[in-house]
Every structure is written in structure tokens, then in C-alpha cells.
């Protein structure tokens, strides 16, 4: 695990385009932002080459999409291709709405994302594992999560994050296990659009894709947990202030002396 990418994110403050969701989009953002890269946002499809090309990245976001946005999203995605930049997606609640379901599978017809970063439900439905989803959260399941994670990553042919208490990262043959985190991420609406940004963001500085995203989730992870464990009794509002805080701030030192993963 590459902690140093952190270091190196920062010398280069790479530009990462989204296209987000408004429920989300001040977190990304600001996280984009505090981690040491550059965020840009548009929902102008006209504009949509010019932004790639500036872009060290693209992370592309699922959740809240009109029909106007998909149109934008399939021409991101596409110029993401064509200019051969590293293009993260979140497929947001897609295991628990069909039609979601259905727009994703279309435009992962259209274009080939890099990364795919969601939650258990989402991955599973992917992969097409019966897994029961609830909106935006994960929902219950049986499943083996690395054993769904690599089925996704295998049948998508990409680097696949399956985020949770313990996130799972694969190229569909390896697999690593960070275990670092705390449960305030869950009550804060935003965190896993966050870290999505976050892996495009190492994405940007690295060719090795399946590094990149490991090493982001550990970062996050662990900044999530030293902030936590600095206050105790956290509520949702302060944590994600302090996060902010945490993120621009963390070193790598920090990081190393607590990162946990297998």
C-alpha cells in the first residue's frame, strides 16, 4: 500500500472533474479540494470534452440523475475514453431501482470505466447477486462480499471498491481488505460520493489503477478514524467539519501508524 501517493496527490493538485449529484455535490467538492487536488463540476454536455481534457480524472456520479444528466454522463464518459483519462463511477442506488438498474447497464454499454466504487447492494446488483438493497444504503445480504466484488470487477473488467465497514478493493484476481473507518461515515449523507472523488484523485497521479483505489480508501479510512478517535461523541455536523479539516491536514506518517488492512 503506497501511502506516499498522498504526498504525491498534493505536489501535483490534479484537476478531477464530476459530474455530481446536488444532494452531494459542496461534500465532493470541498473533500476534493481538502485532500489536496482540484475539483471542477458541470452539467453542461457542450462543455463536456473541453472539461475532460483539463481534467487529471473523471468521477462520475449516479444518484439523482434526469434524463439530461444521463445524456451528459454518456458524453463524459465517453471523452473520458477517448482521451484516455482514469474514469471512476458510483453507481448510486442502482441495486434498489430498476430503472437506475437499467441507465447504468446502458451507459456501462457505451464506456469503460477504470474504477466502480458503491456499497454491497450496489456491487451485488452489478454482478448480477441477489442481494437486497435499500436505496442508497447497502441493505442485507449473504453474500461472500469479495467473492461479489471480484464477480463485478471480472465482469466489468475494471478495478471494483465495495465500500462498507470494511472495504474491499479488486481487479477482479487480487484483493485488499482496509480495515480502518468508523461508523460516522454512515450517518453522513455524502461520505461514499466523497471518497469516489478521492479515488479519482489518486487516480490521477498513479497508471496503476488497482494502487490508486486501495490507497484512497485506506487514506479516507483512516483520517475517518483518527478523527474520531481524537473526539469522542461525535455528531454527524461536527464530524464531517473536522473531517474536512482532517483531510487537508493528515500526514502520511499519520496514516502509516494506524493503517490496518490484508
Known amino acids: 500500500m503506497k501511502v506516499a501517493l498522498l504526498d504525491e496527490l498534493r505536489a501535483q493538485n490534479p484537476i478531477v472533474f464530476n459530474v455530481s449529484n446536488f444532494v452531494t455535490v459542496q461534500d465532493v467538492a470541498n473533500g476534493i479540494n481538502a485532500i489536496g487536488a482540484s475539483p471542477i463540476m458541470s452539467e453542461e454536455v457542450a462543455e463536456a470534452d473541453e472539461m475532460v481534457g483539463l481534467a487529471g480524472a473523471v468521477c462520475l456520479n449516479l444518484g439523482a440523475v434526469t434524463a439530461t444528466q444521463v445524456t451528459q454522463i454518456r458524453a463524459v464518459g465517453q471523452s473520458a475514453n477517448r482521451q484516455h483519462r482514469p474514469l471512476v463511477?458510483?453507481?448510486?442506488?442502482?441495486?434498489?431501482?430498476?430503472?437506475?438498474?437499467?441507465?447504468?447497464?446502458?451507459?456501462?454499454?457505451?464506456?469503460?470505466?477504470d474504477v466502480i466504487r458503491g456499497n454491497a447492494g450496489e456491487i451485488a446488483a452489478l454482478a448480477g447477486v441477489d442481494w437486497q438493497a435499500k436505496g442508497i444504503d447497502a441493505g442485507e445480504g449473504t453474500g461472500d462480499r469479495t467473492a461479489i466484488a471480484k464477480a463485478c470487477a471480472q465482469k466489468l473488467k475494471c478495478v471494483v471498491i465495495l465500500s462498507g465497514p470494511t472495504d474491499v478493493i479488486t481487479d477482479g484476481e487480487r484483493a485488499v481488505k482496509v480495515l480502518n473507518g468508523t461508523k460516522l461515515f454512515q450517518i453522513h449523507v455524502g461520505s461514499g460520493d466523497m471518497l469516489s472523488s478521492i479515488v479519482a484523485a489518486f487516480c490521477a497521479v498513479t497508471d496503476d489503477y488497482f494502487e490508486a483505489a486501495q490507497t484512497a480508501c485506506l487514506v479516507f479510512a483512516a483520517i475517518g478514524q483518527l478523527v474520531a478517535e481524537a473526539t469522542p461523541n461525535?455528531?454527524?455536523?461536527?464530524?464531517i467539519m473536522k473531517l474536512l479539516d482532517k483531510?487537508?491536514?493528515?500526514?502520511?506518517?499519520?496514516?502509516e501508524g494506524i493503517a490496518a488492512f490484508e
Open 234 to 239: 461525535l455528531g454527524a455536523g461536527t464530524f
Open 89 to 113: 463511477i458510483d453507481p448510486v442506488a442502482v441495486g434498489a431501482v430498476k430503472y437506475r438498474m437499467q441507465m447504468a447497464t446502458g451507459l456501462l454499454n457505451d464506456f469503460h470505466p
Open 247 to 255: 483531510l487537508q491536514t493528515a500526514t502520511v506518517a499519520e496514516i
